[in-house]
């Protein structure tokens, strides 16, 4: 029964999904909405993009066996990453009718910057998109009591995001983001008062993290503490800043005030709410100590997902299951369209005459979207076992130190150049895959904090030395339909 119903909460979101892509005309309204999203789907598409099968199955995980300082990145992070986009990027970015953020990038500093650090975002989201796909496979190999592999699980859900993506692009994830969100809070909000009731009462469950030091934040006061919480805080607070996923809902508002207020709210939200699913799981440690102590020993992951089918009513599975789909779903078909968007507006048209028909343009768009879906399914199978947590954190070094320093240079710092810019990706990416492959120095320093400073260096010097590479204006792409 639980299993049938969650098939029919993907039937109705593929539903609204599609009757969401009748507004689709031409390739602005499938990459941004076409600038016609109101502030308040703005706060939901935000918060509901970032709030994914991490924050509800591998951030609790993290939280359980370390408490808030184990979670720095996730949601912290995360969610001041948005809040700062909001503060120092939106409102410059908006001014600029760009279609995607590598856009940015090619206006700036021209074409190589541009094709590099689009491969650089691209390659980010196979990590991050894995990790919804892989929650996916979970859901379906737990629902029907392991008949479904988890493979399996995860095409399946492939596909039921794929359908609407394909046809609806932002539109379709706007409007189903904001669907998903009202049951991902409802859902979960029942379940948290549930579940504090079945453990004697939320104050028993907050008594009981305080006397395991959960509730810690700060590292201890060591050199090489303080050094590696910082690190890990940036990753997603800095890395997920040039993205084109966060670059689209900015674009995607109606208004500047919508772009800029939209993601700080966000943001901010995505914060507080993202206790509740460690709220959950440090319950699950009162209404069962042994079985949680022995999943803790083999998957965290499997915790919550446990103590809902175990513990809980059918009522309370639905609801479960209902608020983790819709986390996943939203969060996944975002990722899906932003790299498929970004190959074909920066990528493709480095093949093709700038006259190529917008429609044309919107097709290509279409088959980028599903060449991704079906790379990410493959990677994800293959990766089969790895933590979400650790998918998700791996995937934002990559634009951490290839891309965020040329974009805040580039906004703030008039004298930042194309060889600065290229330099600060090159130097950047290298410092890091060398702190990455060699023990002795990642064990030492953290490779995406060593990679950050590299790239600052090479974007200053770059661009104070005599220049031997210049920026040749590429030129605009006008963006049909957003006037």
Avoid at 450 to 458: F, K, T, Y
Avoid at 468 to 473: A, G, I, L, N
């Amino acid at each position: 029964m639980l299993l049938i119903m969650v098939i029919a909460y993907l039937f109705v979101t593929i539903g609204i999904g599609l009757w969401a892509a009748r507004r689709v005309q031409n390739s602005a309204d499938f990459a941004i909405a076409g600038r016609h999203l109101p502030m308040y789907m703005i706060i939901t598409t935000t918060f509901a993009t970032w709030f994914g099968s991490e924050i509800v199955l591998g951030v609790p995980a993290k939280f359980i066996k370390g408490g808030l300082n184990a979670v720095v990145e996730d949601p912290f992070g995360a969610g001041l990453c948005l809040v700062l986009v909001g503060v120092f990027f939106a409102a410059k970015l908006y001014r600029m009718t760009l279609l995607t953020i590598s856009d940015y990038y090619r206006e700036r500093y021209g074409r190589a910057v541009e094709v590099i650090c689009s491969l650089i975002i691209m390659l980010s989201y196979l990590g991050w998109v894995s990790a919804q796909v892989t929650a996916l496979g979970l859901v379906f190999n737990l629902l029907s009591g392991g008949l479904i592999s988890i493979p399996w699980g995860m095409t399946i859900g492939v596909l039921s995001i794929l359908v609407y993506t394909l046809w609806g692009g932002m539109w379709s994830v706007a409007v189903t983001d904001f669907i998903q969100m009202i049951i991902l809070v409802v859902g979960l909000v029942v379940l948290a008062v549930f579940a504090a009731d079945m453990a004697g009462g939320a104050g028993k469950v907050i008594d009981l993290a305080v006397s395991r030091d959960m509730f810690r934040f700060w590292p201890e006061p060591t050199w090489h503490e303080m050094l590696f919480f910082f690190g890990a805080a940036i990753t997603m607070m800095l890395g997920s800043i040039p993205q084109q996923d966060v670059f689209q809902r900015v674009m995607s508002a109606n208004t500047e005030k919508a772009a800029t207020h939209g993601t700080v709210i966000g943001g901010t939200a995505y914060i507080l709410f993202a206790f509740v699913p460690m709220f959950l799981v440090a319950s699950a440690l009162l209404i069962m100590p042994e079985q949680t102590a022995a999943l803790l020993e083999d998957d965290p992951q499997k915790v919550l997902p446990t103590l809902v089918m175990d513990k809980m009513p059918v009522v309370m599975q639905v609801l479960f299951f209902g608020a983790l789909l819709s986390a996943i779903k939203s969060c996944a078909s975002a990722t899906l369209l932003a790299p498929s968007v970004t190959f074909t507006e920066n990528i493709w048209r480095q093949f093709r005459p700038e006259y190529i028909s917008d429609l044309e343009n919107l097709r290509i768009m279409r088959i980028s979207v599903l060449v991704f879906a079906i790379a990410v399914l493959a990677y994800s199978i293959k990766m089969e076992g790895t933590p979400i947590f650790e998918l998700v954190s791996g995937a934002y070094q990559v634009p951490l130190v290839g891309a965020f320093v040329p974009l805040v240079f580039g906004l703030y710092w008039k004298r930042a150049t194309t060889q600065g810019a290229l330099c600060a990706t090159v130097l950047g990416i290298g410092v890091w895959v060398l702190f990455m492959g060699t023990p002795a120095l990642h064990e030492a320093f953290p490779q995406q904090l060593a990679g950050v400073l590299a790239a600052v260096v090479g974007m200053v010097a770059g661009s104070l030395v005599p220049q031997w590479v210049h920026h040749r204006p590429a030129g605009h792409h006008a963006i049909a339909g957003v006037e």
